[in-house]
């Protein structure tokens, strides 16, 4: 970097936390207060270090499996869903479940339903083993097949070429996505879409605003854990547009000052499930080392919200209630 060029951070908007993350990690909090500690979580609530770390803090133990959760205790099923399967494990344990899956990969689970209803053969795209495919698989695992990116298309084998739909997970990267829809289209010219777009629109405007930022990006910082999809995509949509590197870092002091060696430029963003404290702590750090001309990119404005889980609601509308008898 020359020493007159200009050391600026280009932070991205809208980054972190979408209305579902949001939704499961409050209805843990609200979990905790209302019920007591423990409350058993099935897996990470959302896959983040810092937000487990800091609900276990509070007093959540987090489980790979339901067996796990000891008969008659409260468990909250993640915002990545779960299969039938697990609901039936859970009643089986007598456990009193909260079911924090984000209503966006709902919805993926009810078109996978009513199409196997139809006899269609569901072709998935996703990444396999990852937990909202195996909570989506497990809706219909007789009628699904997993896609697993555009070279495996070849390998697909349906029992009817005129009855095929595709669904995906939410947390892909879009153009990805297309890539591998337009070479199933191509073995299979009759191929329905789902009625709408499954890819989160989270996912999307995060990945639309770092396209943006990417050309003019030494280095861009996505804050985000390993095991994020939606944080490892956009890594690869950074570099795909023209940041000259990109990393993934779950807190500041992951950032290696070599990083910044030739750089006036960095991106900053985050995924789907990282608190906006760990995006601060970045800025922080980049600003300690001249980085402090903060510029934020923003392509949309973000306003969804969803309610807290069915169980909660009620629950918490019953305690309202009795207060206000006692008053």
């Given at each position: 970097?020359?020493?007159?060029?200009?050391?600026?951070?280009?932070?991205?908007?809208?980054?972190?936390?979408?209305?579902?993350?949001?939704?499961?990690?409050?209805?843990?909090?609200?979990?905790?207060?209302?019920?007591?500690?423990?409350?058993?979580?099935?897996?990470?609530?959302?896959?983040?270090?810092?937000?487990?770390?800091?609900?276990?803090?509070?007093?959540?133990?987090?489980?790979?499996?339901?067996?796990?959760?000891?008969?008659?205790?409260?468990?909250?099923?993640?915002?990545?869903?779960?299969?039938?399967?697990?609901?039936?494990?859970?009643?089986?344990?007598?456990?009193?479940?909260?079911?924090?899956?984000?209503?966006?990969?709902?919805?993926?689970?009810?078109?996978?339903?009513?199409?196997?209803?139809?006899?269609?053969?569901?072709?998935?795209?996703?990444?396999?083993?990852?937990?909202?495919?195996?909570?989506?698989?497990?809706e219909a695992?007789?009628?699904?097949?997993?896609?697993?990116?555009?070279?495996?298309?070849?390998?697909?084998?349906?029992?009817?070429?005129?009855?095929?739909?595709?669904?995906?997970?939410?947390?892909?990267?879009?153009?990805?996505?297309?890539?591998?829809?337009?070479?199933?289209?191509?073995?299979?010219?009759?191929?329905?879409?789902?009625?709408?777009?499954?890819?989160?629109?989270?996912?999307?405007?995060?990945?639309?605003?770092?396209?943006?930022i990417a050309?003019?990006?030494?280095?861009?910082?996505?804050?985000?854990?390993?095991?994020?999809?939606?944080?490892?995509?956009?890594?690869?949509?950074?570099?795909?547009?023209?940041?000259?590197?990109?990393?993934?870092?779950?807190?500041?002091?992951?950032?290696?000052?070599?990083?910044?060696?030739?750089?006036?430029?960095?991106?900053?963003?985050?995924?789907?499930?990282?608190?906006?404290?760990?995006?601060?702590?970045?800025?922080?750090?980049?600003?300690?080392?001249?980085?402090?001309?903060?510029?934020?990119?923003?392509s949309v404005?973000?306003?969804?919200?969803?309610?807290?889980?069915?169980?909660?609601?009620?629950?918490?509308?019953?305690?309202?209630?009795?207060?206000?008898?006692?008053?």
């Amino acid at each position: 970097m020359s020493a007159t060029a200009q050391r600026r951070v280009l932070l991205a908007a809208p980054r972190g936390y979408c209305a579902g993350v949001d939704r499961a990690v409050i209805a843990v909090e609200k979990a905790l207060e209302q019920y007591g500690a423990p409350i058993y979580v099935r897996k990470q609530i959302v896959h983040n270090k810092y937000v487990v770390q800091t609900l276990e803090k509070k007093g959540a133990i987090f489980v790979d499996e339901t067996e796990e959760v000891p008969e008659g205790s409260i468990v909250v099923f993640s915002a990545h869903g779960v299969a039938p399967a697990v609901h039936d494990e859970a009643q089986r344990g007598r456990l009193a479940t909260i079911d924090a899956t984000c209503p966006l990969v709902t919805k993926v689970h009810k078109e996978a339903v009513r199409f196997a209803d139809e006899d269609y053969d569901i072709l998935l795209i996703g990444h396999e083993g990852h937990e909202e495919v195996v909570g989506t698989m497990g809706e219909a695992p007789e009628r699904i097949h997993l896609v697993d990116g555009p070279e495996d298309v070849a390998a697909v084998q349906v029992r009817d070429e005129s009855k095929v739909v595709w669904l995906s997970q939410t947390t892909l990267s879009v153009d990805e996505t297309m890539a591998t829809v337009g070479r199933l289209q191509e073995r299979f010219p009759a191929l329905v879409s789902p009625p709408s777009d499954d890819i989160c629109y989270a996912t999307q405007n995060r990945q639309v605003v770092v396209k943006q930022i990417a050309p003019e990006t030494d280095l861009l910082i996505v804050v985000g854990s390993g095991n994020s999809s939606n944080s490892v995509r956009l890594v690869e949509v950074g570099l795909e547009y023209g940041a000259r590197a990109a990393h993934l870092v779950d807190f500041a002091d992951e950032i290696d000052e070599s990083w910044l060696d030739g750089v006036a430029t960095v991106g900053v963003t985050s995924g789907a499930s990282v608190p906006e404290v760990l995006v601060q702590g970045v800025l922080e750090w980049l600003a300690a080392r001249g980085y402090d001309d903060v510029q934020t990119v923003r392509s949309v404005e973000e306003h969804l919200q969803f309610s807290l889980p069915k169980e909660l609601r009620r629950d918490l509308r019953a305690e309202a209630a009795g207060k206000v008898d006692q008053a």
